[in-house]
Structures are given as structure tokens and as C-alpha cells.
């Protein structure tokens, strides 16, 4: 119980103008509900000056016919008011709609002048012109690159590309601190040796 009674009231959300839209309407249906009723008796008085006629009462029928005239003009006076009424709400409720239009308008304004004011029309520039130099360097590495890496090379920087993104230590293979061995001179002169003994076989072949 002490939570329900502790418990704040929500701030309402009911404008001036909810409000005034909602006694409109509630005026409109009352005057709606007026017309229905005054309807339903000059439909029922068009019956009994009928009935007086034949009766042969002329004066009262005559009298029936001319209140009922009078609420006819009555009539007319309440359908002009209804559409009065309505085309008030339908304003109303239009100009509430142009005001959320004008108060987002209002935050995009704002929203820009911001962003204008942390950016300026230089920072923008000097940020294009950054960019066309870092596109026009990587071009030209890429060119420089483009006939001197065959085709291993282009798939091993792949690959260690790959390594990088998932996060992985690529191993590279270490270069060797040693100097090449020579080759010793018997084994230089092993193939002119045998490219003399061939040179018979050749020849015999040849004739």
C-alpha cells in the first residue's frame, strides 16, 4: 500500500492544445446528438399535421407546420455549427503536426551548426587532400610492386596479411648469417669432362 500511495505521478504529456481539440469534439457530439433528436421530433410533428389534416384541423396543423419550420432553420443553424467545429479540430490538429515538423527542423538546424562549428570548410579540405596523397602513394607502391614480386611473393604477403588480421605471430624463415661454400674446382671441371666424352659419341652417330 505504501508503494502505491509513495509511487510519483508521471509528468503528463496533454498539451493546451490536446485539450482544446478534446472540448471541441465533445461540443461537435453534442450538437450531433442535438440534430439526431430534433430529427426524430419534426419526423414525427410531419406525421401529425398530416393526421390533423384529415382530421380537419387545419390551424393546428398549420401551427404544427410552422414550429416545425422554425426548427428546420434550427437545424441548419446546428449542421453550420457542427462544420464549424470540425474544421477547427482538423486545424487545430494540422498546426500541432506543422509544430513537430518546425521543432525537428529546429534539432537538425541545430544539429548542423554543430557539426559546422567542430568542422570547418577548411579541416574538410585539408582532410580530401590527405586522402588523394595517401591514394596516390599507395598507387605508385603498387606499380613499383606490380613487376618485381612474382607470384610466391604475391602469395606469401597474402598470406601473412591473413596472419595479421586473425591476430596471429607469423614465423619468417631466418636468413643465414653463413657464407655460400665454394664449389670446389674438380667438381667445376666434371662437366666439361663429360661434355668431351659425349662429343665422340655424337660424331659416330652423326656418320
Excluded: W
Excluded at 83 to 99: A, G, K, P
Amino acid at each position: 500500500m505504501g508503494n502505491v500511495f509513495g509511487r510519483k505521478s508521471r509528468p503528463t504529456r496533454v498539451t493546451e492544445q490536446d485539450r482544446a481539440v478534446l472540448q471541441l469534439k465533445q461540443q461537435r457530439d453534442k450538437l450531433k446528438q442535438y440534430q439526431k433528436r430534433i430529427t426524430l421530433q419534426l419526423d414525427r410533428e410531419r406525421l401529425l399535421a398530416k393526421q390533423l389534416l384529415k382530421d380537419g384541423k387545419k390551424e393546428k396543423a398549420l401551427l404544427l407546420l410552422k414550429k416545425k419550420r422554425y426548427q428546420d432553420q434550427l437545424l441548419d443553424k446546428t449542421e453550420n455549427q457542427i462544420s464549424n467545429l470540425e474544421r477547427m479540430v482538423q486545424d487545430i490538429e494540422f498546426m500541432q503536426i506543422e509544430m513537430k515538423v518546425i521543432e525537428g527542423l529546429q534539432v537538425g538546424n541545430d544539429c548542423l551548426k554543430s557539426m559546422h562549428e567542430i568542422m570547418s570548410i577548411e579541416d574538410v579540405e585539408k582532410i580530401l587532400d590527405e586522402t588523394q596523397e595517401s591514394i596516390e602513394y599507395q598507387r605508385q607502391i603498387d606499380e613499383m610492386l606490380a613487376g618485381e614480386l612474382t607470384q610466391e611473393d604475391e602469395e606469401a604477403a597474402l598470406a601473412e596479411l591473413e596472419a595479421i588480421t586473425q591476430g596471429e605471430d607469423v614465423t619468417l624463415p631466418e636468413v643465414p648469417t653463413e657464407p655460400i661454400p665454394e664449389v670446389p674446382e674438380a667438381a667445376k671441371a666434371e662437366p666439361e669432362r663429360r661434355k668431351a666424352k659425349d662429343t665422340p659419341d655424337r660424331e659416330m652417330l652423326t656418320a
